[in-house]
């Protein structure tokens, strides 16, 4: 019986073909630019936090030197507003050579050296959002060998300044482009998020095939209001969303913006649970040169990190509401699961909660269940199904669990 679910879960995930460029087998983990330093290009003034290359060293510096990268934070990704205002007499995009002296290659090495990867940003159409030059259907090929051949490995291609019909075929065009090059560069697609995110008018079969990662929904920004909207539109379309990722496919619900202004330590919490649940690409937006060590220490999380990086790769679900709370669930592999108890509320003292693994139908195991408080990283003990859970949940915080059968020997902790 046993063995006959497990074949059955095995033929469920591997249903979906994904872009085999053998990349992103589990969602992948990093920085990007966007969402604290948009596009600030005033290096005369402001030159510790404009995009050019002192600030993408900066960064890949305490990557490597502050356990980041041992933890799966590898991609450093420069966002929009990057290159110059033209391109070269051979067609193709340059960086600013004010703000990017040494080059793009250059830049490459310099993060490769340290055992990470370096991402960079195009959009389909007549210009980048910001208003340097796009990528047009006759550009796309160029564009990616000129990435190619700096050694990039990972492309954000995003679609402001182009219509339906021009994604249509873009999109699937600069998949084919990477390809030919022969450079394995993760594709990360913005589509979805210009055709509202759903079908019809978003195919996701498609999609899976062509990219990596796409952009369902609106861009975060530092708020909690955000985070919230966010979480609300991902839960409303969740069937839909669900199956359309999985190993080497994933949806991309934007950046974490923990160690940023905008979210208090309990908020920074619930998004993570929410994005660990979804499994999300973990990309930070934020300042690894003065973030706190309290911001350090949730993104460091190890138990958080492993649920993400679940291999099954199947994204979770909302499954409860009990105005004010909310309960989140993601399978694992092997019998495990993550549950989040989210509390949206914003008043008085934590709200208490009371949950048995049975109420969610976690009951397979009969020799029980061990269980994990996921932020305090604890070992809270072993379960029956029927066993009653007592949680504390703070106002816009979290409460989440790691779940695993009692027979499991390995210790995650
Ligand atoms: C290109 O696509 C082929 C066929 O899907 C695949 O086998 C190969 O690994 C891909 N190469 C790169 C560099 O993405
Ligand atoms: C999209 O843009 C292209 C190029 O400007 C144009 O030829 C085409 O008619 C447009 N299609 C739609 C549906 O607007
Ligand atoms: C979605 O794309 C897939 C793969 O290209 C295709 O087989 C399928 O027919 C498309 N679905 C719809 C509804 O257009
Ligand atoms: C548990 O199973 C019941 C009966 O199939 C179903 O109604 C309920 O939604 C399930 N609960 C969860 C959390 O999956």
Request: charged share 20%; with cysteine; glycine share 8%.
């Amino acid at each position: 019986m046993q063995l006959l679910y497990l074949g059955i879960l095995l033929a469920l995930s591997s249903f979906c073909s994904s872009l085999d460029n053998g990349l992103v087998r589990t969602p992948p983990m990093g920085w990007m630019t966007w969402e604290r330093y948009r596009c600030n290009i005033d290096c005369k003034t402001d030159p510790q936090n404009c995009i050019g290359e002192k600030l993408i060293k900066d960064i890949a510096d305490k990557m490597s030197d502050s356990g980041w990268r041992e933890l799966g934070y590898v991609y450093i990704s420069i966002d929009d507003c990057w290159s110059l205002k033209n391109r070269d007499s051979k067609g193709r995009l340059q960086p600013d050579p004010e703000r990017f002296p040494s080059g793009i290659k250059a830049l490459a090495d310099y993060i490769h050296a340290r055992g990470l990867k370096l991402g960079i940003y195009a959009d389909l159409g007549t210009y980048t959002c910001g208003g340097y030059p796009g990528t047009t259907l006759d550009t796309i090929q160029i564009d990616a060998e000129t990435f190619a051949s700096w050694e990039v490995d990972m492309l954000k291609f995003d679609g402001c300044y182009s219509n339906s019909s021009e994604k249509a075929l873009g999109y699937p065009k600069m998949s084919q482009a990477l390809n030919a090059t022969g450079r394995p560069i993760l594709y990360s697609c913005s589509w979805p998020a210009y055709e509202g995110g759903l079908p019809p008018k978003v195919n996701y079969t498609l999609l899976g095939s062509i990219c990596n990662m796409w952009r369902n929904y609106d861009d975060i920004q530092d708020s909690w209001d955000s985070v919230l909207s966010i979480m609300e539109w991902f839960a409303a379309n969740q069937d839909i969303l669900q199956s359309a990722a999985g190993p080497g496919r994933w949806n991309d619900p934007d950046m974490l913006i923990t160690g940023d202004f905008g979210l208090s330590y309990e908020q920074s919490k619930s998004q993570l649970a929410i994005w660990a649940i979804l499994a999300a690409p973990l990309i930070m937006s934020n300042d690894l040169r003065t973030i706190s060590e309290e911001a350090k220490e949730l993104l460091q999380n190890r138990l958080l990190i492993y649920i993400d990086q679940d291999s099954l790769g199947k994204q979770g679900k909302r499954v409860a509401k009990v105005n004010p709370l909310e309960v989140w669930m993601r399978e694992l592999v092997d019998e495990q699961y993550a549950v989040a108890v989210l509390n949206k509320g914003t008043d008085g003292f934590p709200k208490r909660f009371f949950m048995s693994l049975a109420d969610l139908n976690i009951t397979k195991c009969a020799l029980g269940y061990k269980v994990y408080d996921v932020f305090e990283q604890e070992f809270l003990g072993n379960v029956k199904p029927e066993t009653q859970i007592q949680m504390n949940i703070n106002p816009t915080g979290v409460f989440m669990l790691f779940v695993r059968p009692a027979s499991n020997r390995f210790h995650p902790l």
